[in-house]
């Protein structure tokens, strides 16, 4: 495999999987990787309107079980990389933004993915969101609050599935990325000047959605504009899912100009090249 880790994972401990810790590790290790960054959804204040079926509080749970669970199955598994992250959903709420900054200072995450879920406290997942409403209107607001919500919080390490909304927009939307070049120009901008990744995510591949996050022309302008520190995850929810399409995506990576991704080891960016396929 061209990729040795998968570095956007998620287990039971997040509101909308039920894969339980163990078990993406087995699948990881049978698959052949050398190591993975376990990142379960910490999304603050998220509406409970938003999760139908569901009671309790979504997208939140006990941080330190979650590390004490991961470091039992470190020690369980000595010759194989567990690395400790977490998805923390951004929003434009002064209470929330707190609450990611309180949670950013924890010591014993490696790696923050900062991802954007809601649309003015909508899910884009639902198919009423879009209904009698513009496709291009709501996808420009989503990327306006992108580049709000990271100008708020930056203490993230990677920027998770840039143009996630898209995933769910109406069959019939005609999507050019270059479109919405003049605002994700400044979010690439704001990456790269911060030092920050832009994360590859192949969840779409295997969800039947047909393109990675970002679009390929987002990830060859973040290129041209000069970025070059990217993470690569499939953001899996089951086992199936985990490192999919990642050679192929790889070699999409390498013909845009990228040598490699990066894994983060308590917030420090480490370069891994490629592998060779032979």
């Not at 990744?197 to 302008?221: C, W």
């Not at 070699?251 to 370069?271: A, N, S, W």
Request: glycine share 6%.
């Amino acid at each position: 495999m061209r990729i040795d880790y998968d570095t956007h994972l998620h287990t039971s401990y997040s509101t909308d999987s039920n894969t339980d810790l163990h078990d993406q590790v087995e699948a990881a290790r049978k698959l052949g990787l050398k190591g993975i960054c376990i990142t379960d959804h910490t999304d603050y204040d998220f509406p409970l309107d938003q999760c139908p079926g569901f009671s309790g509080v979504p997208f939140v749970f006990d941080i330190d079980e979650y590390k004490s669970d991961i470091q039992k199955e470190r020690e369980n598994q000595p010759n194989f990389e567990i690395l400790t992250g977490v998805e923390c959903g951004l929003q434009t709420d002064c209470d929330v933004v707190r609450k990611n900054r309180v949670l950013s200072e924890d010591p014993e995450f490696d790696q923050i993915i900062g991802s954007i879920h809601l649309i003015d406290k909508k899910d884009p997942y639902y198919p009423a969101f879009w209904e009698n409403q513009n496709a291009f209107g709501l996808l420009q607001r989503y990327f306006e609050l992108t580049l709000e919500n990271i100008h708020l919080f930056s203490a993230f390490d990677t920027l998770g599935h840039l143009d996630y909304a898209v995933r769910y927009a109406p069959r019939d939307f005609v999507y050019h990325p270059s479109d919405f070049f003049e605002i994700t120009d400044e979010i690439m901008r704001f990456l790269i000047q911060n030092n920050k990744a832009l994360e590859i995510n192949t969840s779409p591949l295997k969800k039947g959605y047909g393109s990675i996050n970002p679009h390929p022309d987002f990830i060859k302008r973040y290129y041209e504009l000069g970025g070059r520190q990217i993470t690569i995850g499939s953001d899996a929810h089951t086992t199936d899912a985990m490192a999919y399409e990642f050679d192929s995506v790889a070699d999409q990576l390498m013909q845009t100009g990228f040598t490699g991704y990066v894994i983060y080891r308590k917030h420090l960016p480490e370069f891994h090249h490629f592998n060779m396929i032979l």
